[in-house]
């Protein structure tokens, strides 16, 4: 099982950025999916996740009207839209697939399988 993100970079504040996340080895439309972060010293902490169809979505406080999730099961493929960025939004984010597929849990026990990460880093 491979979860492969990308998309991370550097951005100035109030800037956009999104991420993708490409899966393979599971049958990615019988997952939920998952975006986490963690920043220097502190915990991982849940983004957002999405149910096998994108009829269930939920986010962190914090991202609330900035980000969206969002994917592409034809393309094996999960988003996250990333706008009115703030410093406070850098970390390594990660993205995480769940076999329940219509949870869209911001538990990080619920999740089955984890990507590499990718960096992004807000200046302000």
């Known amino acids: 099982v491979q979860l492969q993100a990308c998309g991370g970079g550097l951005v100035q504040a109030r800037g956009s950025l999104r991420l993708s996340c490409a899966v393979s080895?599971?049958?990615?439309?019988?997952?939920?999916m998952g975006w986490f972060r963690q920043a220097p010293g502190m915990e991982r902490e849940f983004v957002a996740a999405v149910s096998w169809n994108g009829g269930i979505s939920d986010y962190a406080d914090s991202v609330k009207d900035r980000f969206t999730i969002s994917r592409d099961n034809a393309k094996n493929t999960v988003y996250l839209q990333m706008s009115s960025l703030k410093p406070e939004d850098t970390a390594v984010y990660y993205c995480a697939a769940d076999s329940i597929p219509v949870a869209a849990t911001s538990t990080l026990l619920g999740y089955d399988y984890w990507g590499q990460g990718t960096q992004v880093t807000v200046s302000s």
């Open positions: 080895g599971i049958r990615f439309s019988e997952y939920a």
